[in-house]
């Protein structure tokens, strides 16, 4: 039996009965219900002396059956739950003191019953009465017992047999045990139960803490990484924009020999292509982190996304006098966000030709596993130092310098690395330093009809 917003004691019946969560505390709620179980109880009792012919009981116990009714009007209607328990304390202990001196005294089973009050004002009663209540029970019982231990004719002999004794006596211990386990159980269970909800409670508000906990991670983390981005920005920013500013003022001082302009022209190219790659970077990730992510996988054919990278880049390698080959089925499709692996592509053949010497070479290759095409972009060039592999794909790695001085974007492979997560592929690569990388990247494979 379950309490609470479960079925049980204060629910349907028993909230019309003990009162609401909401208007009652537990305290006024459980002294309600002992009201109305004691009323019960003594009913039973009534009955049952009348049965054996103890009027005298019978009068008393309809008495304090009325005394115990308007106790529970005052706590429950009126909600005045202290001066119930004062009046229910008061009635118990005028209802037992009679029926001590007429259901046979210390013989009969009032001693029993001052028990049980005693211990439900124990429950009931707030904790600096529980002295004042425990001194005056004490007083009373042993008065009781010394006014007929000296004036034994003050407590006639009321039972009119033995058995009537025995009876009174048994009855009395069993309605005496079921009122006490009544109580204690309906108490039990809603403490249960109020546990449970604090426990559920508690684990909701520890669930709570931890996903605050992981938010704030979070937060330092991307914190860290915008920062450390800003860096990345205003440090390669600024050397390519000086640099392009020193050369077009050198150009516009009509000293230079034509030769001379020619250089400085090559290298504003090769500045401004950085700086453009550089931005370009920049604003894809920055819109990636600023507007979400937005995915769009569909079919897209291989061959033609490469030929368009390699139409951007085929100059700048050629300036270099680096040989890039790449053969790829015409038929190849693959699932994948065609934005996104584009940057990415773009971003690995770049770097691939930034770090290989004139005269090497970057190929480009696509091979098939179980479905999954996975595009290799191999150099000949400088390989990656091995201490510096496992922060390749982070924000810890600097921008470092290709075998011509051209800058590596430090922002590049981090952004290739989300890029292709987003995309549900994978990115890995393999370097040797003094022998060449090779980066690959594996995604869905469809075939075109």
């Known amino acids: 039996m379950r309490i609470g917003t479960e079925r049980g004691y204060n629910s349907g019946i028993w909230k019309v009965i003990v009162g609401d969560d909401d208007d009652f505390s537990l305290e006024n709620r459980a002294f309600n219900f002992v009201c109305v179980i004691s009323f019960a109880l003594l009913l039973m009792c009534l009955i049952f002396n009348a049965v ?20 529970y009007y005052l706590s429950r209607f009126k909600k005045k739950y202290k001066i119930s328990v004062i009046g229910y304390a008061v009635s118990s202990y005028v209802g037992l003191i009679a029926n001590y001196f007429y259901n046979g005294g210390i013989n009969g089973p009032t001693l029993i019953l001052f028990f049980v009050a005693f211990c ?15 001194v005056l029970h ?8 010394s006014i007929e231990y000296f004036y034994p004719d003050t407590v006639p002999q009321t039972y009119q047999s033995r058995k009537d004794r025995f009876l009174d006596i048994g009855f009395s211990t069993v309605i005496s045990i079921t009122f006490i386990f009544t109580i204690t159980t309906y108490v039990r269970r809603y403490y249960e139960e109020r546990r449970r909800v604090a426990n559920e409670r508690a684990t909701a508000i520890e669930l709570q803490n931890k996903q605050i906990i992981a938010q704030n991670q979070q937060l330092e983390k991307v914190n860290e990484e915008k920062n450390k981005i800003f860096s990345i920005v205003s440090h390669d920013l600024k050397g390519p924009l000086d640099s392009i500013r020193g050369y077009l003022v050198l150009l516009s001082g009509n000293m230079l020999e034509e030769s001379e302009k020619a250089t400085i022209g090559d290298e504003l190219l090769e500045q401004t292509k950085y700086t453009t790659d550089l931005l370009m970077n920049l604003m894809s990730w920055a819109k990636a982190q600023m507007h979400g992510v937005s995915v769009n996988l569909g079919p897209t054919n291989l061959n033609v996304l490469i030929d368009d990278v390699v139409g951007h880049i085929k100059s700048v390698a050629a300036r270099k006098n680096i040989k890039l080959t790449y053969s790829i089925d015409r038929t190849l499709e693959l699932i994948c966000d065609k934005d996104m692996l584009h940057i990415v592509i773009r971003n690995l053949v ?7 010497e004139s005269g090497g070479e970057v190929k480009i290759k696509v091979s098939n596993h179980e479905n999954t095409a996975v595009i290799s972009i191999s150099d000949t060039g400088i390989g990656i130092p091995p201490e510096k592999q496992s922060e390749i794909f982070t924000l810890k790695t600097r921008s470092t310098y290709g075998t011509k001085k051209e800058k590596g974007i430090g922002l590049g492979l981090m952004m290739c690395k989300e890029f292709m997560d987003y995309q549900q592929g994978k990115i890995w690569f393999e370097s040797k330093q003094g022998v060449g990388t090779t980066f690959y990247i594996s995604l869905p494979l469809t075939r075109l009809k």
């Open 52 to 71: 054996i012919a103890i009027y005298s009981m019978t009068f008393l116990l309809t008495a304090m059956l009325l005394m115990l009714g308007g106790v």
């Open 120 to 134: 439900f004002l124990m429950v009931l009663a707030t904790a600096n009465q529980h002295f004042f209540w425990k």
């Open 138 to 145: 004490v007083a009373i019982v042993v008065t009781l017992i």
């Open 350 to 356: 770049n770097n691939a030709i930034k770090f290989t």
